[in-house]
Structures are given as structure tokens and as C-alpha cells.
Nanobody, 124 residues
Framework: QVQLVQSGGGLVQAGGSLRLSCAAS????????MGWFRQAPGKEREFVVV????????YYADSVKGRFTFSRDNAKDTVYLQMNSLKPEDTAVYFC?????????????????WGQGTQVTVSS
């Protein structure tokens, strides 16, 4: 069993930056796919960035491309989401997710393991 524990997030003004972290524990962390998703009030959970863990392509949602960056620290079994030039429409609860099944799905339903979620609020 794997646990994903998130940190970071908070309140920031538009144009500002935040970094989210997601630390894995409980088993050797080598998922097939990893990603960050977000969910705004009244909306479905949507993908922000997904990647194939073993050196595959990283895919960003068009809405965050050029502003958000996925990175990882293998020694710490931790992934990060650096968010720059934040906009009010980025306000949401952000989740990290992982799955060991083959494939890099864009849908939240394709991920079995989730972090607890962290609130990001961007004020205008």
C-alpha cells in the first residue's frame, strides 16, 4: 500500500507563485503514471499534469502550460508542482495521484492512489 502526503498550497495574489509537494511512502515508489489534478467547487476533478514515471512524456493541460512545472526528487520519493503566474481561475483543491497500471490516463478515474488534497486560492 502506498500513501501520498501533500504539503504546500495556500493563499496567493494573482501573478504569484506556489509550490506543492507530494511525498510517497509505504512501498517502493515506482508507479507507471503520476499526476496532479485539481477540483474547483461545483466542478469535476480535472487533470493538470500527468507523466509516465519511467522517463516518459509529461503532459500539461492547456490552461497551465507554460506556467506550471512538474518535477521530482527520486531520492525523497517526492514530486512537486511549481505554479507560477497564478490566476484566480487556478483556485481549486489540488491532488497528487499515482497508479501502477500501464497507461498514463488524463482522467482521474485512472488513478488508484491519491493525496489528501490541498487548497490553492488565488485572489484577484
Amino acid at each position: 500500500q502506498v500513501q501520498l502526503v501533500q504539503s504546500g498550497g495556500g493563499l496567493v495574489q494573482a501573478g504569484g507563485s506556489l509550490r506543492l509537494s507530494c511525498a510517497a511512502s509505504g512501498r517502493t515508489f515506482s508507479p507507471y503514471a503520476m499526476g496532479w489534478f485539481r477540483q474547483a467547487p461545483g466542478k469535476e476533478r480535472e487533470f493538470v499534469v500527468v507523466t509516465q514515471w519511467s522517463g516518459g512524456t509529461t503532459y500539461y493541460a492547456d490552461s497551465v502550460k507554460g506556467r506550471f512545472t512538474f518535477s521530482r526528487d527520486n531520492a525523497k520519493d517526492t514530486v512537486y508542482l511549481q505554479m507560477n503566474s497564478l490566476k484566480p481561475e487556478d483556485t481549486a483543491v489540488y491532488f497528487c495521484a499515482a497508479d501502477w497500471r500501464r497507461g498514463v490516463p488524463y482522467s482521474a478515474s485512472g488513478y488508484a492512489y491519491w493525496g489528501q488534497g490541498t487548497q490553492v486560492t488565488v485572489s484577484s
